[in-house]
């Protein structure tokens, strides 16, 4: 298995751009999240997923979008993209009755 | 929401010390589990604890879930360099959707 990944590893966007950050997980697991991690500092919740077709917003959700269409994909979309977004994203998936997450490598987001 | 509080924020130790950080929260939980994140990666999960008072090792880890089950404590026996991180623990309540983290403890192990 491959577990979870992320693409792209690093990316530069301007502001006012959009772009899709993606996340795979190969180990069926229905719930799915979003985290985001500034310099230094602890994970915050973005968006989650408990299966296809049901999202909803964590802790920090503004200026994101997400969808969850398929088990192993959970895609998440940032609109007008500000340098207050410029993070480290990470997506991570767990079995519905563990609270194990498992983490992608992350993508390192710059805003400029 | 929960807070967990992790302490100490830093640790700068020798190498072939040994090591130890812990995690307190307001709320009761289930799960205690304990992640390292290296530079430039994601967290990896290192011990999950699932019994209040169980103890359990991986290698030279050792973590503890507290008998109030308000609490973990994670012991790094004879560090090396490659201990060096952030060290973050998390709880779970049964039922929830959710983790909460803590704040993390970054180790600085000098060789």
């Known amino acids: 298995n491959a577990g979870v990944t992320q693409t792209p590893k690093f990316h530069i966007l301007k502001i006012g751009q959009s772009m899709t950050l993606q996340c795979t997980q190969d180990?069926?697991?229905?719930?799915m999240y979003w985290y985001r991690q500034d310099p230094g500092m602890g994970l915050k919740l973005i968006y989650y997923?408990?299966?296809?077709?049901?999202?909803d917003k964590g802790e920090v959700p503004n200026g994101y979008n997400v969808s969850r269409s398929t088990t192993e994909d959970f895609p998440l979309r940032l609109e007008l993209a500000a340098p207050s977004q410029t993070s480290v994203y990470f997506c991570?998936?767990?079995?519905?009755?563990?609270?194990?997450?498992?983490f992608g490598p992350g993508t390192r987001l710059t805003v400029t | 929401g929960q807070q967990l509080n992790q302490s100490p924020q830093s640790m700068f130790i020798q190498e072939g010390e040994d090591v130890s950080m812990n995690c307190t929260s307001s709320?009761?939980?289930?799960?205690w589990l304990w992640y390292k994140q290296e530079p430039g990666e994601g967290p990896v999960l290192l011990i999950a604890?699932?019994?209040?008072?169980e103890l359990t090792s991986n290698g030279r880890l050792t973590a503890q879930f507290g008998i109030t089950r308000k609490d973990s404590f994670l012991n790094i026996s004879a560090s090396i360099p490659s201990d060096v991180g952030i060290y973050f623990c998390?709880?779970?309540?049964?039922?929830?959707?959710?983790?909460?983290f803590g704040t993390g403890t970054r180790l600085t192990v000098i060789p």
């Open positions: 991570a998936s767990r079995q519905g009755w563990t609270g194990e997450q498992y």
């Open positions: 180990m069926n697991h229905n719930y």
């Open positions: 997923s408990v299966g296809a077709g049901i999202t």
């Open positions: 709320s009761i939980f289930n799960t």
């Open positions: 604890l699932y019994k209040a008072g």
């Open positions: 998390a709880g779970f309540i049964t039922g929830a959707n959710n983790l909460f």
